[in-house]
């Protein structure tokens, strides 16, 4: 059933993403009277469609993505019930795609990258006008909470309650920030300034690397902050107040909400010591679990953090979560170029059926979060300068624009080929790197 899950929820994803992505050369070449044969949702044999204009729009048995045919392109192989090669004929009165100004190819070739962009924001601004909660740990201060035995932090001294407050002199406003500037730097030297007790002082550490991810850590987590404490309850009466930071329970850390019910397991009536992070210093407090159904509870939720805008502040807070992410995004291809980042961060077509799944089985809004990240992803990568990516024939365009005059079919035919090259190169490394992930490949892949 979870791979059921996962696939149908792939499909979803990758569909969506895709149709948009080709919606936006069909558009503008629409808009700029080309002639387009068919606008395709989905590959293969033709199921049902209609006719506007000159274009068959479509649905086709295979609905992963779509395509356009657009006159003056090569036949479309990819479906082979295509119209006759009497309707695929070039008419003759410049409608064709390569007879009309590089300028309007030039825009409908970005169109379909800048549709990935739109969908992006469109799907977060509908997110946020709706409202969903999320994790309060993203946008509290990045005080630290647990530290991870034999740890780079350990190691540097740092303890629970020390707040980051500059990572190599870049001020750290919310652990999502420090989050990011860690996995962005695996195995360097960092430089954290660290408030401890009202005092500041520059803590040095290398950051390790995970085993799985592969991506840069220090071995540090958030606090688990309280986000209620039911009325009568045992928190209650320990004087356990919102906002409080459970550091340990019983001398264990805390590292999830999700590990105080397993700390408090078999452990009703008996007193326990916790200790909480509250107004800048820890304090150790008494707190008794009461039985519920068999179950030690001592009441309390954890600390959510509802997003939710009218229509203007959500477009605002999607196009700023959007930029932010290009912005992360170049970084961590920068560190992937320069050998800092291991090709093992990427996400290939397994992770993402899997992240898909697991969105899907939370509900339909982590499903389209999803869609909108990997969405913005798909954008940005379809703008690298490689044939037969959207950035390739952007960079021949670009070429044939400065020299004046058309490339030459060898030159074009030569410069697809490689770039067709490395493009499946990249292909291998990215499956690669989801079967090195996989249980059952992983431990035999280095």
């Known amino acids: 059933m979870e791979y059921l899950t996962n696939a149908l929820a792939f499909i979803v994803v990758l569909g969506l993403m895709i149709f948009f992505h080709e919606f936006g050369h069909f558009i503008t070449a629409k808009a700029f009277g080309m ?9 293969g044999k033709r199921l049902l469609g ?8 479509r649905v086709s048995a295979i609905p992963l993505g779509g395509y356009v045919k657009l006159e003056g392109e090569p036949d479309d192989v990819i479906s082979p019930d295509n119209p006759t090669a009497g309707e695929f004929a070039p008419v003759g009165d410049g409608r064709d795609f390569t007879a009309r100004p590089r300028w309007q190819r030039f825009i409908v070739y970005l169109a379909g990258p800048a549709m990935n962009g739109v969908l992006t924001v469109t799907v977060l601004t509908v997110l946020y006008m709706m409202g969903f909660q999320v994790d309060a740990a993203l946008y509290d201060k990045p005080v630290v909470g647990a530290v991870e035995p ?23 406003e919310t652990w999502e920030d420090a989050q990011t500037s860690v996995m962005l730097r695996p195995e360097q030297e960092l430089r954290l300034r660290v408030r ?8 040095p ?3 390790a690397i995970t085993s799985k991810e592969k991506i840069g850590t220090i071995g540090v987590h958030p606090l688990v902050r309280v986000g209620e404490v039911v009325p009568g309850s ?26 105080i019910p397993e700390a408090l397991r078999g452990t009703a009536g008996r007193t326990l010591s916790m200790r909480v992070f509250r107004g800048g210093s820890a304090v150790d407090m008494p707190v008794t679990p009461r039985d519920d159904k068999g179950v030690a509870r001592i009441g309390i939720a954890p600390k959510r953090v509802i997003k939710q805008f009218g229509f203007l502040g959500a477009v605002a807070e999607s196009v700023r979560w959007t930029a932010d992410n290009i912005r992360l995004t170049f970084r961590a291809l920068h560190g992937l170029l320069t050998a800092q980042l291991s090709p093992k961060t990427m996400m290939g077509p397994l992770q993402i059926a899997q992240a898909s799944g697991d969105a899907a089985r939370v509900g339909a809004g982590q499903l389209f979060f999803l869609v909108a990240v990997i969405s913005l992803q798909i954008g940005i990568m379809n703008l690298f300068p490689l044939p037969p990516l ?10 044939e624009s400065i020299l004046r005059r058309d490339f030459s079919l060898a030159v074009k035919s030569g410069i697809m080929n490689a770039g067709a090259m490395v493009l499946f190169l990249l292909i291998g490394v990215v499956l690669y790197s989801d079967l090195s992930k996989t249980s059952l490949l992983g431990k035999f892949l280095p």
């Not at 209609?50 to 729009?57: L, M, N, R, S």
């Open 35 to 43: 002639r387009v044969f068919v606008f395709s949702f989905g590959f």
């Open 50 to 57: 209609f006719k506007w204009g000159d274009t068959d729009c």
């Open 150 to 172: 034999g740890s780079p932090a350990a190691a540097a001294g740092l303890q629970p309650g020390d707040e980051i407050v500059a990572i190599d002199g870049k001020p750290q």
């Open 196 to 203: 401890r007790g009202g005092h500041e002082q520059e803590i």
């Open 205 to 207: 550490l290398r950051s």
């Open 234 to 259: 045992a928190a209650e009466a320990a004087g356990l107040r919102l906002d409080d930071g459970v550091i340990a329970i019983e001398g264990k850390p805390i590292r999830t909400f999700g590990e």
């Open 390 to 399: 959207d950035g390739g024939h952007l960079a021949i365009l670009a070429g």
